[in-house]
C-alpha cells in the first residue's frame, strides 16, 4: 500500500482523554504515558491545551523535550494567546503541531460564541495563519462539526487550507452522527471542497451513544486519513474512539479496508493496563481487545472450538494485542540495578537516587509478600511513590478489626503538614471504617462517588488496585493506591484524592470560551 493508504493515527489520550472528570494526570505520569505511546508507534501525540494551566503547559515541554519518534501536538483555541502558548510549549518538539479549533454549528456560534459565521470564517483564518507563522503543521477543527451546515463547513475548510492547515479534523463533538451520515458528511466534504487535496481530512468522535468507533471506521471507509482516539477509549463524558478498537478493526478487517496502520500492537495492553493504572479508571471486563475477557472462552463448546482449531472462535490472536501468557519481570532477589532497568525500560526515570532507592525499598517490601513481579506492579508501585512524595497527607499507620458478628473498627495515623493525628471510627466495613477514621481527622467536606477494586495481577497474593473518586464543590478527581491489603489499597487511594483535591489547581477547559 502507498503512503496516502496510510492511516494516521493521532492519540488525545492525554489531552480530551484528560478531560473525563476525574482523570487528572500529573507531569510525570503523562509523561510516562507519552512514552508508552511512542512505544505503541503513534503518529501524533496531543500532549495537551497549553494554556490551559502552568501544568499542562509544563507536560507538553518536557514530553517535547523528551518524545522524538512521535508528532507532538498541542491544543489552542483560535485566539492569539492560546496559540503562542502552544508554540511556546512545543519549542523543543522534533515535529510540533499546532491544532486550533472553533465551533461551527449553528447551535454554539449562536449561544456559546455569539457571533455571525463570517466572524467565525475570520477567526479560523486568522488563527491558522498565525499557528502557521510559528510551526510548520497546523491543524484546524470544525469543533461540532456533526451538527454544522455543510456550506459553511466547505467555505470555512478551504479557508482554512488556504490558510495553511494541512491536517483538516471534523469531530462529532457531541456523539450526535450516525454512521451513514457521517460517512457520508466526510464524502461530500472531500468531493465538494476545491483545495480538499491539499490537506488530509481527520476525525473525531465521542461516544454518546457508543458509536465513535463505527463513526470513525464510516469515515474511513469514505477517506479520511487520520482518526483522532484515545486509549481505552477515555475522554469528555462517554469518551472517545477507543485506539485498540480502532487499530485492530483495521488490522483484522483488512479485506474491507483501504489503510493501513504504523501501530505496534503487542504495545496495546501494557499501554491500556498503564493509562488505567494511572488515571484509576478500571477497564470493563468485557471491553472488546483489551477487557481481561475478551479472548477468554468460557462456554465449553469454544473451548472445545478453540483448542481443534483457533481460528473457530478468534478472529485475532491475544499475543498480538499484548496479552503475553508469563509477564514475570522481577522477583525478590532482583537487584536494584535490574529494578531501575526494567523501570527505564517502561519509561520511568528517577530524577535524583534518593527517589529511586524509595521506590527500591516498596520494591523489596511487596517482593517480600508477593514472590512474582510483574510490569503492572511496577507500575502501580511507581505510581504511588511518585504520587506520595511531597505531599502532605501520609498514612503513618493503620488497624482495622473485622469480626464476624462485631462491627468493624479503624484506628489510623496521618501525618498532616508535618503533624501526627490519630483517630478511630466504625463502619459498615473495615474501609467505611477506615474512610471514617480518615475523616474524623481530615473533615474535607468531599463526597465519594466511586469504590473500586482490581486485582492488577492473578492470584490472591495480588496487589489490590482501589480507585476513589472524590467530588467537592463540582470538582472530581480520582485517587488511586495499591497494596497486596485491599485495605490499606483503600486508605492509600482515598488519602491520593484528598491530596488532589486539596491541592485544587485551576485550570481551562478548552470548550468555554475566554482565556
Ligand atoms: O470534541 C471536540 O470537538 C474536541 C475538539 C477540541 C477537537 O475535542
Ligand atoms: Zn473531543
Known amino acids: ?83 503562542d502558548r502552544a508554540a511556546e510549549a512545543l519549542k523543543s518538539a522534533n515535529a510540533p503541531r499546532i491544532h486550533t479549533f472553533i465551533a461551527t454549528s449553528p447551535i454554539h456560534m449562536k449561544y456559546k460564541l455569539r457571533m455571525e459565521p463570517d466572524q467565525v470564517l475570520e477567526r479560523a483564518v486568522a488563527a491558522v495563519k498565525r499557528a502557521r507563522n510559528l510551526v510548520d503543521d497546523v491543524e484546524f477543527s470544525c469543533e461540532d462539526a456533526g451538527r454544522s451546515e455543510l456550506d459553511f463547513m466547505c467555505r470555512i475548510i478551504e479557508a482554512a487550507i488556504d ?6 479534523n471534523i469531530p462529532d463533538t457531541v456523539g450526535y452522527a450516525l454512521p451513514h451520515q457521517f460517512g457520508e458528511l466526510i464524502s461530500q466534504l472531500l468531493n465538494r471542497i476545491p483545495n480538499a487535496d491539499k490537506a488530509v481530512f481527520s476525525v473525531h468522535c465521542h461516544n454518546d451513544l457508543g458509536l465513535a468507533v463505527a463513526n470513525s471506521s464510516a469515515a ?44 505496534k500492537t503487542e504495545e496495546i495492553v501494557p499501554c491500556s493496563r498503564l493509562v488505567s493504572t494511572i488515571t484509576g479508571f478500571p477497564v470493563q471486563p468485557n471491553k472488546a481487545i483489551v477487557g481481561a475477557n475478551a479472548f477468554a472462552h468460557e462456554a465449553g463448546i469454544h473451548q472445545d472450538g478453540v483448542l481443534k482449531h483457533r481460528e473457530t472462535y478468534e478472529i485475532m490472536r491475544a499475543e498480538k494485542v499484548g496479552w503475553a501468557a508469563n509477564r514475570m519481570v522481577l522477583g525478590k532477589h532482583s537487584g536494584r540495578a535490574a529494578f531501575a532497568d526494567r523501570l527505564d525500560s517502561l519509561g520511568v526515570k528517577f530524577e535524583t537516587k534518593e ?20 510490569d503492572e506492579d511496577l507500575h502501580a508501585l511507581v505510581s504511588d511513590t511518585h504520587r506520595t512524595s511531597g505531599v502532605h497527607i501520609k498514612l503513618v499507620d493503620l488497624s482495622v478489626s473485622s469480626i464476624m458478628g462485631e462491627t468493624p473498627k479503624a484506628e489510623i ?9 490519630s483517630a478511630e471510627a466504625k463502619g459498615s466495613g473495615p474501609v467505611d471504617a477506615t474512610f471514617k477514621a480518615i475523616e474524623e481527622i481530615m473533615h474535607s467536606g468531599t463526597k465519594l462517588l466511586l469504590y473500586s477494586v482490581n486485582a492488577i495481577t492473578s492470584g490472591t497474593d495480588s496487589q489490590g488496585e482501589v480507585t476513589v473518586r472524590l467530588e467537592k464543590n463540582g470538582r472530581v478527581v480520582n485517587g488511586s493506591g495499591a497494596d497486596t491489603d485491599i485495605v490499606i489499597a483503600s486508605a492509600k487511594a482515598y488519602l491520593d484524592a484528598l491530596t488532589l483535591i486539596l491541592a485544587n489547581p485551576k485550570k481551562a477547559h478548552p470548550q468555554n470560551e475566554g482565556v
Open 163 to 168: 490558510a495553511g492547515a494541512s491536517t483538516i
Open 355 to 374: 527517589a529511586l532507592n524509595v521506590a527500591f525499598a516498596k520494591f523489596k517490601e511487596l517482593a517480600d509478600k508477593k514472590h512474582e513481579i510483574f
Open 413 to 421: 495515623s496521618l501525618h498532616v503538614e508535618d503533624k501526627e493525628h
Open 220 to 263: 474511513v471507509m469514505a477517506g479520511a486519513r487520520q482518526v483522532e482516539c484515545t486509549i481505552n477509549g477515555l475522554g469528555e463524558r462517554a469518551g472517545n474512539a477507543s485506539l485498540e478498537e480502532l487499530v485492530m478493526t483495521v488490522a483484522t478487517r483488512h479485506d474491507a479496508f483501504p489503510v493501513y496502520t504504523n501501530i
Open 1 to 83: 500500500m502507498s503512503d496516502k493508504d496510510r492511516l494516521i493515527i493521532f492519540d488525545t489520550t492525554l489531552r480530551d482523554g484528560e478531560q473525563s472528570p476525574g482523570a487528572t494526570m500529573n507531569q510525570e505520569e503523562k509523561l510516562r504515558i507519552a512514552k508508552a505511546l511512542e512505544r505503541l508507534r503513534v503518529d501524533v501525540i496531543e500532549a495537551g491545551f497549553a494554556i490551559a494551566s502552568p501544568g499542562d503547559f509544563n507536560s507538553i515541554k518536557s514530553i517535547s523535550e523528551t518524545i522524538k519518534d512521535s508528532r507532538i501536538c498541542s491544543l489552542a483555541r483560535a485566539a492569539d494567546a492560546d496559540i
